[in-house]
């Protein structure tokens, strides 16, 4: 007679139980937490730096720019830049009294 072979199987393993611990109740010693104090902006909210009416002033010197007829004040050369362009619409807001931060002094 031939043995037979014996085959073992493996038992379902459970994830075992921990102990649970009773809380204590004496206090630790511990230092006082360092709270983030952030600084409180000095700047006020945001508030239209701009105003309407040099907004148009400025969409109306780009378009004349594009359209080739915007020239410069003194030397009345053809402006062909957008940086000057701006800068032209913002001086005629300037002068007609329309909300326009004032130019920047070196």
């Not at 730096?49 to 969409?59: E, N, P, Q, R, S």
């Not at 410069?72 to 619409?89: E, H, L, M, N």
């Amino acid at each position: 007679m031939a043995a037979r072979k014996k085959t073992t199987r493996k038992k379902a393993t459970t994830p075992k139980k921990t102990a649970t611990r009773k809380k204590s109740t004496r206090k630790k010693a511990t230092t006082p937490k360092k709270t983030a104090t952030r600084k409180k902006s000095t700047r006020k909210k945001s508030t239209r730096k701009y105003g309407a009416k040099a907004g148009k002033k400025v969409k109306k010197s780009m378009e004349e720019m594009k359209k080739g007829k915007l020239r410069s004040g003194r030397s009345g050369k053809k402006v062909t830049s957008r940086k000057q362009a701006v800068a032209i619409g913002l001086s005629e807001a300037r002068k007609s009294g329309a909300k326009v931060p004032p130019k920047k002094t070196s």
